[in-house]
């Protein structure tokens, strides 16, 4: 019972412990939210800055801060201004009552001039430092002249021009600075001129803590030394390195004595950014390094143990410091992991956003595609009954509207002359020139004129038909957007899934392939893995010019990648720039597991120059070969134009990634729509996988096809018509798997058909070609030809393509090298 009863209790304990909980974080990030707005968007950090930089000096007595610092929060937030003002002079009366003067001098002269010649200047932050340097040089100047005694000394105009020079830099640098104080300013990355001022920014900032102490310990050199870790923690260090000399420099600038500083704080951002993989712990080891070093041989009468405890305090701080903080400011610099995966959010974010873009283009277009091809049976059965009540109203008009039978044909027996007048349409209407017996008859019994109604609709036919071949076109026009737009849809989903494909991180392998290519003694510059898939393979790597002069990546560094990542692997593509320090940019791909070697033969009608016929081979990428043949209609230029046409047009669709059956079907409808004339062509298309040797063969109205695999001859044929004859039609897809050594023959009619005094072409094709001894593609084809022209006595007949082509394995070029791995290492998988 107590058990239950505990049990029982526990989850309202925890609950209430959970309650405060979370009403504590609540309260804390409220805090922390009004605490942002209190100090960066009223412009309260501005008032604290304005303090620090109005008390910090250069060479103990320049005080080129506060007028740069002014002018830039009056030109990029003027709201906030009069806090700035406060903060300048707040901080210079704590120097002396000289120092305020001087301040307040400049800024009400800055002002009034800005005032009165703002209407001469445009490009504000271009005049500007302009401003500031001819303020600052002639209230420096007025200054020094009554400090002397009422005279200018080469001194005096040397350190006026000195403070005004570095008024106008500190300007420069304050405007890029100045927008991180800012809520509303949202930053995505930080340039390196940005990185810089930001760090003379709040470099020249601790400078204005110079003479403060604490306990015994200098506040300038334990937030000099924070300001160092955090930047070589966050950016390693080469930045860290950088803000330990612009900082030391601002503080031996601002106080001779702290000279010794920039070698310390150089030195601790340097280890801190080597060591910053142990992340805190290694960046506060390289501090403590430093500080040991420096302090053995630092400023004379400053104990060792002081510096350690500057230090050490420093330390705290940075441990004290939200990760959030450094996070967030990580994202900005350029370099860092965080800033690296916060572009690659962002990439992948645009990534994610065009690919559904695509995505609903493509449904889109899908969409349309249903609607163009969605055809309503009840409206065209309506649609028709019209169009025949149209044409029979025509034809009464001319003929029974005065006939004294019209009672009688068309009230009595409605039907009966109604379905009677619909026959006589329909024989007409099929070609024949005159009625069948019995349809004659029976119109000659049931009408008073049967001849003039013949007439009348011989005549009213020709209307009838042409709507009726309008109306058809109209049905394949739409049928052909309507295949066009699914092509489309399907290649834009396509396109939609390569876009969402990401590139995989691939750091191992990549060390592994450059550790085992330099050991071989080749030099590399960098190496990129895109994919690393069994046949699929995607390297790119960029070697110096000099390295590649014999082609050493074709005869060596291909065959090494082939025996590391267990794949045949080729160059692709390879670009070179030459001179001492030019480089190459080569691409190693996998080859093709299968290879197509083509010869093809072909002759003009009597031996004319121009044939009908048209071959193409296509590469369609993706490891795809196309070979195809088009016969034109008739010979000479216009069927050589239809055929190159039909080729022409395939190979673009093709190659945009639309389907086979949906490209020919496009074609067909684009051939037969552009133009009224009976022409056409035909098309013998095959379609080979590469990478497993299935070969698609499209044929329409072509001739049968062989392929032959050692002496067994296959016949390859399909019953289409050709392009152009039936506005549709259905695409026949006959597959083959091939072997490699397999021979494909394709020919055109001239060729198949042309052999004389021969009955049946397709056992004297296959004889001849299983007589053929060669497998060269070229010679076979040649052959072929010649043995046809031989039959005609020389005569050529007949326009004539043979194409042959070989397929086999791939075999490289170059046998692998065989790389040694470490035992601690594994091949590439």
């Not at 032959?708 to 399909?718: L, Q």
Request: glycine letters at 6%; hydrophobic letters at 45%.
């Amino acid at each position: 019972m107590e058990k239950a009863e505990r049990s029982l209790a526990e989850p309202v304990n925890r609950v209430g412990l959970e309650g405060p909980k979370v009403e504590v974080f609540k309260g804390l990030k409220q805090f922390s939210v009004h605490l942002q707005v209190l100090m960066l968007e009223k412009g309260f950090v501005l008032l604290l800055i304005g303090f620090l930089l109005g008390r910090a000096l250069i060479l103990s007595h320049l005080t080129p801060f506060s007028l740069p610092f002014f002018a830039a929060v009056f030109m990029l937030r003027r709201e906030c201004a009069p806090l700035a003002l406060i903060g300048l002079l707040a901080g210079s009366l704590t120097l002396s009552i000289e120092q305020i003067g001087y301040s307040f001098s400049c800024i009400v002269l800055f002002l009034i001039t800005y005032r009165l010649l703002k209407n001469f200047h445009r490009e504000h932050t271009v005049s500007l430092p302009f401003f500031v340097f001819f303020t600052v040089m002639a209230v420096k100047s007025v200054f020094s002249f009554f400090q002397s005694g009422q005279q200018f000394l080469p001194y005096d105009v040397l350190m006026a021009a000195i403070e005004s020079s570095l008024a106008f830099v500190l300007t420069l640098i304050f405007m890029q600075s100045i927008p991180f104080l800012s809520l509303k300013k949202r930053i995505k990355t930080l340039k390196i001129e940005e990185v810089v001022s930001l760090i003379i920014m709040l470099a020249s900032i601790t400078s204005g803590t110079i003479g403060w102490s604490l306990y015994g310990l200098s506040i300038e050199h334990i937030f000099s030394r924070y300001l160092v870790l955090v930047f070589s923690f966050i950016s390693g260090a080469a930045v860290g390195s950088t803000v330990g000399v612009v900082t030391g420099l601002i503080f031996s600038l601002a106080s001779v004595s702290s000279f010794f500083q920039m070698s310390l704080l150089a030195f601790a951002g340097l280890l801190g950014g080597l060591l910053k993989e142990w992340r805190k712990a290694g960046a506060a080891g390289g501090l403590i390094i430093a500080t040991l070093l420096a302090g053995m041989y630092g400023e004379q009468g400053v104990p060792i143990m002081q510096t350690l405890y500057e230090s050490l305090a420093a330390i705290a701080l940075l441990f004290l410091t939200p990760k959030m903080f450094t996070d967030q400011l990580a994202k900005l610099i350029p370099g860092t992991a965080e800033h690296s995966n916060e572009q690659q959010q962002y990439l992948r974010k645009m990534r994610d956003v065009t690919a559904s873009r695509v995505e609903q283009f493509s449904d889109v277009f899908q969409a349309l595609s249903k609607s163009f091809s969605h055809y309503n049976v009840d409206t065209l059965d309506d649609y028709e009954e019209r169009e025949l009540d149209m044409f029979l109203s025509h034809v009464t008009e001319k003929t029974c509207q005065t006939c004294f039978k019209k009672e009688q044909c068309w009230t009595t027996s409605f039907h009966q002359t109604y379905h009677l007048m619909k026959d006589v349409l329909y024989e007409l209407d099929s070609g024949q020139a005159e009625l069948s017996q019995k349809l004659s008859k029976e119109l000659d019994i049931h009408c008073f004129r049967p001849k003039r109604v013949e007439e009348a609709m011989q005549q009213q036919l020709t209307y009838y038909q042409a709507n009726q071949k309008l109306k058809k076109q109209v049905q394949d026009s739409r049928k052909l957007v309507a295949e066009q737009l699914r092509g489309v849809s399907e290649v834009m989903s396509d396109f939609a899934e390569e876009i969402q494909r990401e590139r995989e991180n691939h750091y191992h392998q990549e060390e592994q392939i450059f550790e085992a290519i330099e050991a071989f003694g080749l030099e590399i510059e960098h190496i990129d893995i895109y994919n690393l898939n069994k046949s699929n393979v995607d390297i790119e790597i960029i070697i110096p010019f000099g390295d590649n002069s014999h082609g050493e990546c074709q005869k060596l560094v291909a065959p090494m990648l082939s025996d590391i990542l267990g794949d045949n692997v080729i160059v692709h593509k390879e670009e070179c720039e030459g001179g001492p320090a030019g480089v190459c940019h080569v691409t190693f791909r996998s080859a093709k597991a299968f290879a197509v070697e083509t010869g093809a033969a072909h002759a003009a009608k009597g031996g004319g120059l121009v044939s009908g016929d048209s071959y193409s081979t296509i590469d369609l990428g993706a490891g795809k070969y196309a070979i195809a043949i088009s016969d034109g209609m008739g010979n000479g230029e216009r069927a050589h134009y239809e055929s190159h046409e039909t080729l022409r047009l395939l190979q673009q669709i093709l190659k945009s990634g639309i389907e086979e059956k949906v490209a020919i079907k496009s074609v067909n409808s684009i051939l037969s729509l552009r133009t009224t004339d009976e022409i056409y062509s035909t098309l013998d298309l095959v379609i080979i996988d590469l990478q497993d040797a299935v070969a698609n063969f499209l044929k329409v109205g072509s001739t049968p096809s062989f392929i032959k695999r050692g002496s067994k001859i296959m016949k390859v044929e399909a019953s289409n018509l050709p392009i152009g004859i039936l506005q549709e039609f259905e695409v026949d897809v006959v597959s083959e798997q091939l072997k490699s050594g397999d021979l494909i023959i394709m020919m055109s009619d001239g060729v198949f058909e042309g052999p004389k005094n021969v009955e049946n072409h397709d056992l004297w094709m296959k004889r001849k070609i299983q007589e053929i001894e060669t497998e060269d593609p070229q010679t076979i084809a040649d052959l072929l030809m010649e043995e046809v022209i031989r039959t005609r006595s020389g005569e050529i007949e007949d326009d004539m393509t043979v194409v042959v082509a070989k397929v086999e394995h791939n075999l490289p070029k170059w046998t692998s090298i065989p790389i040694s791995f470490p035992k601690r290492k594994k091949k590439i998988s």
